[in-house]
């Protein structure tokens, strides 16, 4: 089964009772038994619920893995996956990443315990250095945020082979149809689901898809004790998100790497971060392990100050400030103040996050509209 056949029949079936063809929404906190332990595979909604199976089954054959396992957000999903973790154990993270994930590691699981190293995993030969016997997880973004920056995930996994490592991917820039780590040695993928997944900007949600059952029965008691779930509405949100997948995130990358093209060449631009264009540092690497580029791209300005950057951000008209990405619009926003605000700002600057560095989600408008857009508020 091809991917475009997948988004809509992967672990998809008609409803048995009624025949309706779309999963319906299974509003209900609970399950009525026939006897003591005698019931049709659901107990109770926290444990498990019809819609959310569907939506776990679908993003399984997505990613290729063997099971999934959704969640309240992406956070919750990472949240999820550190309690595997235990006191001691070591995390080798990218030290570009999501604002979020940074906070939720270095804020609340670090006084748990647990260190994370937040190096360069670019440089794949520099791992080694940090590999410990207290070494659980490396932790990648592919490419990352938001720097674009695009880490070998095969190569990673090749690396640490036989040390009993976990390699986990956040996949949400990607998405399932762009790149599938599992296939490259990966052992975890993270979703944002919040983003690509759902496509509509209208619903928060996360998942994590496992290579083995073992791992993923691991997360499943983690998603049943913790209790960090999603509701049935926002599971059919996503299903109904995903049968649209592939054709959003095809128009986003088309439309992504037209406006890269225009942006390197303009006057007031002096960094265009975009793994599509060919000097980016790890094209090779993205073209191997990617079938397209992505629809997101930062920039930076030749002006070199917050001020500058806020005169862009306040004069789109198409490209939306605000928080998020992977909708069908486009939105633009100011990583140092907005998605990165928690990360200091001498990390930032370490991975070339500036103060006018600009962000943007490439929707699925007229990609000439949105050139115009970003030519008169560069001005």
């Known amino acids: 089964m091809k991917f475009g056949t997948k988004v809509i029949h992967a672990g998809i079936e008609p409803d048995p009772s009624t025949g309706a063809i779309m999963t319906p929404i299974f509003q209900t ?22 819609t959310r199976q569907a939506l776990e089954n679908n ?48 804020q609340v699981f670090k006084k748990f315990g647990v260190d994370f190293k937040f190096i360069d995993l670019q440089n794949v030969n520099d791992i080694t250095k940090y590999i410990t016997n207290k070494t659980k997880m490396i932790w990648i973004e592919t490419p990352t945020n938001p720097m674009l920056s695009i880490v070998d995930i095969k190569a990673v996994a090749e690396s640490v082979s036989g040390n009993n490592i976990l390699i986990c991917v956040d996949n949400t820039f990607a998405t399932p149809y762009l790149q599938n780590p599992l296939d490259l040695g990966a052992d975890l993928v993270l979703h944002s689901a919040t983003k690509y997944l759902g496509g509509h900007s209208d619903v928060i949600h996360g998942a994590v898809v496992t290579k083995t059952r073992e791992l993923a029965d691991q ?27 592939h054709i959003r995130v095809q128009r986003a990358c088309e439309n992504a790497y037209k406006i890269a093209l225009f942006l390197k060449n303009h006057p007031k631009i002096s960094k ?25 791209l930062s920039f930076d300005l030749v002006e070199n100050t917050f001020d500058a950057a806020k005169r862009v951000l306040r004069n789109t008209h198409y490209f939306s400030l605000a928080e998020s990405l992977g909708g069908v619009e486009s939105l633009i926003g100011h990583p140092a103040t907005m998605t ?9 600057l370490k991975v070339g996050l500036t103060d006018s560095l600009i962000r943007v989600s490439v929707g699925i408008e007229d990609v000439d509209d949105l050139m115009n857009d970003l030519n008169a508020s560069l001005g």
Not at 224 to 242: E, M, S, T
Not at 340 to 348: A, D, F, L, N, Q
């Open 59 to 106: 993003l399984a054959a997505l990613e290729n893995g063997a099971a999934g396992i959704c969640f309240s957000s992406g956070l919750a999903a990472l949240d999820a996956i550190l309690k595997l973790l235990s006191p001691g154990d070591q995390v080798i993270s990218t030290n570009d990443l999501y604002g979020g994930s940074f906070r939720l590691m270095n």
């Open 29 to 50: 906190s609970t399950f009525v038994q026939e006897a003591p332990g005698k019931h049709k595979g659901f107990q109770y909604a926290r444990t498990a619920n019809p």
């Open 219 to 245: 997360l499943y008691f983690i998603q049943n004790a913790a209790g960090a779930i999603p509701g049935p509405q926002d599971c059919f949100l996503v299903l109904r998100g995903i049968k649209t997948l």
């Open 340 to 348: 990165h605000g928690s990360i200091p700002k001498e990390e930032r």
């Open 272 to 296: 265009v971060y975009y793994p599509g264009l060919e000097d980016h540092p790890n094209h090779n690497v993205a073209s191997n392990q990617m079938r397209m580029f992505g629809g997101m």
